[in-house]
């Protein structure tokens, strides 16, 4: 029988034997034997366990993971296999309050008791399955063979020196026709037949790419290769599971496949690489890696990405899922892959103005700081310098120097924290953490943007980024790589103003305006709230005109009743997130700077619902409905799983309710807007305009259009994001400004600000 240890944090009242349905015997140790401390932290590990003595050791949680292990999030790897005798396990004990991970803890005891009890076996890798190809003769006659068989469609991946195009190049292709077969393919066999027999397998087949994005950029610029129909195992999961970060092939091979972590070994390989010749992780390359190292675990991408597509294609079967995969996911990888290419023009003579404009504002509000008597004293008192860059010595500063009160929130450590959000706080009661806020929001602004911008431009002043489709729940887009450009600073116009159009140019920007609202009306059929649309003008003052049935015009409502303005805009906003009195009252006191209680609140939101009750049955209606189904259909077909509307936690079970909500609303306007952009692009490419849309921000569209095509441009573009796609007002399309039409992003405002000091 295998001799077993279970490793958990701390003493907990978990029944591990119960648990495991008593199918072994073990051990039980904890990291740290002192059950006060509330996160345990690798200095209070106490544990004294021999683990040669074990044939497994079960590591429950991500803190015991983290102390035997170099992996850090036990999620991904929960009832694996890891370094040949760990296995690593979600706690049960968060079940109580998050159902949503019961599955992975019934797959993970079931693998686990496997594994113990000998019912389980590692999965081989032969070199006849996974095999690797450096001539041109048999390469060709390869892709021959997978042009003529049966199989309609064929995996595809690529190993790469880099993550963009234009920093790279294509080491090799992997392709799988057949489960557990695939082959590594070198590209420097490759020849002019070669690359013909490709396109022909290309246009014969359906390509299978796991993030097709990255694949289909590659691939068109070093290649040129045209890829009719293809299909992205990366978007199909993500109908499968809409949460982020589950969607990696490593971890889907992990999740559904015989193969675990396959390429832990080349991994490893490279780990050892890297120690043996001095070079940093950042700075390694995947061209150091030899062909028959990579071989075995390139082909496997291949063969991975063709079995998850064999279970994930029957997803499919749901015609709502199956629409938006083919009317939206699809269309918008490829729409995406195009703007990613066009990327985000900037100004490179600015950049560099920028950055000592930008220094120089740093110095001085350095120099500020230090004029401060409270420096000077501190200083004097602690015998050295003082760093605004230490938080220990800024805690010290403002907590015990100055004594300013904590706002009671807190770090993981347990200690004050100082981030941006307290010192702002802290700033109505002293000028020094105002100071430090201010250093730190210019540093970021030279350090996170203007700094790392310049480097990374293409010899084209453009900055290719990255913008993805599967990284919310809601369906909105978000930005990673080179620049997240959702998160551009809002404060300073620095940085959008140095994204800059060509001469004879114009930055086009794009606005939906109260789209979510919009939507809920439709969605609602809330003819009342439907007519706040047909009657134009501000938005927020005829809801605040209607709501409380003021006396006047609605253009004169800003002027006269502010306060019933500011209130109907809090709730309009905030009902579509589930916002109670509270929140009301918080947030119009904040936009107003008068007090506004949650009593005025809560008489406003019923005001509001008198007003439109269909809103209040809509929004009552479908929070029943999550509650009772744990997931919900947007009005686009995507599916939002809400599992833990079953928690027993009252607070994890609103915010699932508020987030299905959100959902609804936030999803569909999303939907409009991408759709829209998708339809543009195709315009642009089938009348072959010169416009290049290079970014969704939130809900704008911007874009780099000549002179001689904007009135064009913002016709049609408005033509397509207010086309009826099924959620529309008769008459009344959804609002779709265009604010920016300007030499750079920022519209004048850098200008404005700066002058020209840059």
């Not at 049960?92 to 992975?104: C, D, G, N, S, Y």
């Not at 796609?725 to 008459?731: A, E, F, K, T, W």
Request: a negative charge; one cysteine or more.
């Amino acid at each position: 029988m295998a001799k077993v240890a279970l490793i958990e944090t701390k003493r907990s009242r978990t029944n591990y034997n119960n648990e495991f349905d008593s199918e072994f015997e073990f051990d039980q140790y904890q990291l740290c034997s002192d059950h006060t401390i509330k996160k345990v932290l690798k200095r209070d590990c106490d544990i004294e366990i021999d683990i040669d003595a074990y044939d497994w050791l079960i590591l429950v949680g991500s803190d015991a993971l983290k102390y035997f292990t170099k992996i850090n999030s036990v999620t991904e790897y929960s009832g694996k296999k890891v370094d040949e005798k760990f296995l690593p396990v979600i706690n049960p004990a968060m079940l109580a309050f998050k159902p949503e991970a019961q599955r992975t803890w019934d797959d993970s005891k079931k693998s686990i008791i496997e594994y113990i009890t000998g019912g389980k076996q590692d999965t081989v890798i032969s070199d006849e399955q996974a095999y690797g190809i450096q001539d041109t003769e048999e390469c060709n006659a390869w892709i021959r063979k997978a042009i003529a068989s049966p199989t309609p469609y064929i995996a595809l991946d690529s190993e790469t020196t880099g993550l963009y195009p234009r920093d790279g190049h294509i080491l090799g292709i992997s392709m799988s026709y057949e489960s557990d077969y695939g082959v590594y393919i070198d590209t420097e066999c490759f020849d002019e037949t070669t690359e013909e027999l490709l396109q022909q397998l290309f246009n014969e087949k359906a390509v299978v790419f796991h993030n097709a994005k990255f694949d289909l950029a590659f691939f068109e610029y070093h290649f040129n290769f045209e890829f009719p129909h293809f299909e992205d195992t990366m978007l199909l999961h993500y109908l499968i599971d809409e949460n982020p970060g589950t969607h990696g092939l490593k971890q889907l091979a992990m999740k559904y496949t015989p193969y675990g972590d396959y390429e832990q070994p080349q991994y490893d390989w490279m780990d050892n690489y890297r120690k043996t010749h001095g070079i940093l992780k950042n700075e390694f390359t995947w061209d150091l890696i030899p062909f028959e190292i990579m071989k075995t675990y390139a082909a496997m991408d291949a063969v991975v990405t063709f079995l998850l597509f064999e279970k994930f294609v029957k997803i499919k079967q749901n015609k709502r899922l199956a629409k938006v995969y083919d009317n939206i996911l699809i269309p918008g990888c490829r729409f995406l892959t195009d703007i990613q290419d066009n990327g985000v023009p900037f100004d490179i003579d600015r950049l560099v103005k920028s950055q000592t404009l930008m220094q120089h504002e740093i110095d001085e509000a350095v120099a500020e700081l230090y004029r401060n008597p409270a420096i000077a004293r501190f200083e004097e008192i602690q015998g050295k310098d003082f760093n605004p860059n230490s938080t220990l010595q800024l805690r010290a500063l403002l907590f015990d120097f100055i004594g300013l009160q904590p706002t009671g929130k807190k770090t993981g450590t347990g200690a004050h924290s100082t981030d941006a959000e307290v010192l702002g706080e802290l700033s109505t009661q002293s000028e020094v953490p105002a100071l430090i806020l201010a250093i730190r929001q210019k540093s970021k602004i030279k350090n996170t943007y203007l700094d790392k911008i310049i480097p990374q431009l293409d010899r084209d002043s453009r900055l290719r980024t990255g913008f993805n489709l599967h990284s919310t729940t809601s369906g909105r887009l978000s930005s990673s790589g080179k620049l997240n450009m959702q998160q551009l600073p809002r404060d300073n116009p620095i940085v959008k103003g140095c994204i800059k159009a060509a001469p004879g140019h114009k930055i086009v920007a794009m606005d939906l305006t109260t789209a979510e609202v919009y939507v809920a009306a439709v969605l609602a059929k809330d003819e009342a709230l439907m007519d706040v649309f047909r009657a134009g003008g501000n938005f927020h003052s005829q809801i605040a005109k209607k709501v409380f049935k003021l006396p006047c015009e609605a253009e004169e409502v800003s002027a006269q009743y502010g306060m019933q303005r500011q209130a109907a805009k809090a709730v309009t906003f905030g009902i579509m997130y589930g916002a109670g009195p509270k929140k009301i009252s918080e947030q119009v006191t904040k936009d107003s700077g008068k007090i506004f209680t949650a009593q005025e609140a809560k008489e406003v939101i019923d005001d509001y619902f008198n007003e439109f009750h269909k809103l209040k049955a809509w929004i009552e209606d479908n929070q029943k409905f999550i509650k009772q189904n744990g997931f919900i259909y947007s009005y686009f077909g995507r599916k939002r799983r809400l599992p833990n509307v079953a928690s027993t936690d009252s607070g994890i079970q609103s915010h699932s309710i508020r987030s299905g909500l959100n959902f609804l609303v936030q999803s569909a306007a999303s939907d409009i807007n991408l759709l829209g952009a998708i339809d543009m692009g195709s315009w642009i490419k089938a009348n072959k305009k010169k416009a290049r849309i290079f970014a969704l921000v939130h809900d704008s569209i911007l874009a780099e259009v000549p002179e001689d095509e904007v009135e064009e441009y913002m016709e049609k573009l408005a033509t397509f994001i207010q086309m009826n796609r099924g959620v529309s007002i008769p008459g009344v399309p959804v609002g779709c400004d265009f604010e920016i039409v300007h030499e750079d992003y920022s519209g004048g405002k850098f200008e404005k600000m700066y002058g020209d000091n840059v």
